[in-house]
């Protein structure tokens, strides 16, 4: 069974985390609609089978502290595919929809909401609940952020969760330092790992490494801001690391693959390096030999992105405002590497479980209209 690993473990622990950060209060408001409008929703049926879409009725009621989205793009993050399987350990009761992450135009807010109105472009998250794969999200308020002017919708959907963890990796946990470090990504051209590679590059001016699988992502790295690339396929990773930095190592490494991959980068650090570990896709944890941190006084840390959102709300939330402030700034340039219709939504999930993505995949459904209300 595909990805059937140790990093659901860390998943679950995340979706669970998360969830409270989104928990929501019930019912106040009805929602002004026709009594037979409908929509369209990706749905989970069944555990493990293709998702089916299906029409919804409108959402009658809207909670106080609740808003109302016209959903325009989702981003599919890992977690959607594990939940729609069932491989994480709180299982969804069917039917449901998945996505957590979406992009759109707030058509209704509830009665307690008042920063946000009608009619502004959002992003929004909600892991308690999800339902993003569909026309109609119902998110809480405090989990809906203004898209930057100069961002489209489907490169919108593309920014919070991938960015926030590598941004929250880097900065809060690895104490990146700007101008002067070497910094190591593994699985680079994913969307975590890409989103590391533009802050590593543009925010911090690191000299980054890009660790991927094949010449195609390797070139695209490049064009991407990474000064080197290993193709693992090819290359063995401690190896080139010694090679391009002539016997140093690297400063940092953010890890998201486990296995041996994780320990040839714990390998490759430098005096007092500081290894992220932030996933485990490989399908493996590995025994790390503590006498390798000890030799050259380096440290391995592990982050968890979603334990933030009740364990430490602050910087949880301070993760999402340095994004989208930097996004704004034009600083980061969130990239999506693939589009697929809502009615394609098995068809990108398995482009996702094939590896054969770069970046970030991103149902699309709606088109961009500046003068539609919707």
């Known amino acids: 069974m595909p990805f059937s690993t140790p990093s659901q473990v860390l998943l ?69 595919i594990l939940m729609c399987k069932g491989q994480y350990q709180d299982r969804r009761r069917t039917p ?31 892991f308690a609940q999800s339902g993003g794969a569909s026309e109609l999200f119902v998110a809480p308020a405090k989990a809906v952020f203004p898209i930057p002017d100069h961002l489209g919708f489907v490169e919108a959907a593309a920014t919070i969760v991938s960015y926030s963890t590598a941004m929250l990796a880097l900065s809060r946990k690895a104490q990146l330092k700007k101008g002067n470090e070497r910094v190591l990504i593994t699985a680079a051209a994913g969307a975590t790992g890409l989103a590391a590679v533009d802050i590593a590059k543009n925010l911090f001016d690191c000299e980054v490494i890009a660790i991927c699988g094949g010449a195609d992502k390797c070139a695209f790295l490049k064009e991407r801001g990474a000064q080197h690339t290993i193709d693992y396929t090819q290359e063995k990773i401690r190896d080139r690391v010694k090679e391009i930095t002539q016997g140093a190592g690297v400063n940092v490494v953010m890890d998201h693959v486990g296995g041996d991959t994780l320990l040839e980068c714990v390998k490759s650090l430098g005096f007092e390096g500081r290894a992220l570990t932030i996933g485990y896709a490989g399908g493996s944890i ?84 500046p003068s539609s209300k919707l």
């Open 12 to 80: 679950r622990h995340g979706l669970r985390s998360a969830s409270k950060f989104c928990t929501r209060r019930f019912t106040v408001a009805k929602v002004p609609c026709a009594a037979d409008a409908l929509y369209k929703a990706a749905v989970c049926v069944q555990l493990g089978a293709p998702l089916q879409v299906q029409q919804r009725p409108y959402p009658s009621q809207l909670n106080a502290n609740e808003v109302l989205i016209s959903t325009h793009a989702v981003g599919i993050n890992f977690a959607d």
């Open 96 to 126: 449901f929809t998945p996505g957590t992450e979406i992009s759109g135009k707030v058509v209704e807010v509830g009665t307690g909401v008042s920063r946000i109105k009608t009619g502004d472009r959002v992003i929004a998250l909600d």
């Open 286 to 369: 590995p025994n790390i030999p503590a006498n390798q941190l000890l030799l050259k006084s380096s440290s391995l840390i592990g982050m968890f992105w979603g334990s933030y959102a009740t364990l430490n709300p602050a910087a949880f939330a301070g993760s999402i405002r340095q994004v989208l402030e930097a996004i704004e700034a034009r600083q980061l340039h969130p990239y999506v590497g693939k589009t697929f219709a809502l009615d394609q939504i098995n068809e990108a999930f398995q482009y996702i479980l094939e590896r054969k993505s770069i970046g970030k995949v991103v149902i699309k459904i709606k088109e961009e209209s």
